[in-house]
């Protein structure tokens, strides 16, 4: 079984997010929209979009969106079968929250690595 097939997102808290979305948006070109970050959409090697995004996005350190997570940053990543993959990384005693999300976007799921990361997981909608 696959794990891990990319990275869909990378997302992490800032003290002063507008302003370092406009560092970013200034300095490196990174097109933040509105709501704090940007879609990268994936190309093939002549530059033809293919299935797929990655989400970049900056929000507010007030609140706690990687609780139980210590650290300021929170990567996703994309991944084949989810329920599968949950299922194996329980049996090899990692802490992965019960909590599993079945939306529109996507199944998600989260675990925390052994420095107090915690990890988003993804499987994509079909055809994504």
């Not at 190309?43 to 929000?59: F, L, Q, Y």
């Amino acid at each position: 079984m696959k794990r891990v097939t990319g990275i869909g997102g990378i997302f992490f808290k800032a003290q002063d997010a507008p302003a370092l979305q406009a560092w970013y948006k200034r300095h490196l070109g990174i097109d933040v929209q509105d709501w704090g970050g940007t879609a990268f959409t994936w190309t093939d090697a002549e530059g033809k979009p293919v299935a797929g995004t990655t989400i970049w996005s900056i929000g507010s350190a007030q609140g706690d969106p990687f609780a139980p997570g210590s650290a300021t940053f929170m990567v996703n990543y994309r991944v084949e079968d989810l329920l599968a993959l949950v299922k194996v990384l329980r049996e090899e005693g990692c802490n992965v929250l019960e909590k599993i999300d079945d939306s529109e976007y996507g199944k998600f799921a989260w675990v925390i690595d052994p420095e107090g990361n915690k990890v988003e997981l993804w499987q994509p909608p079909e055809g994504q």
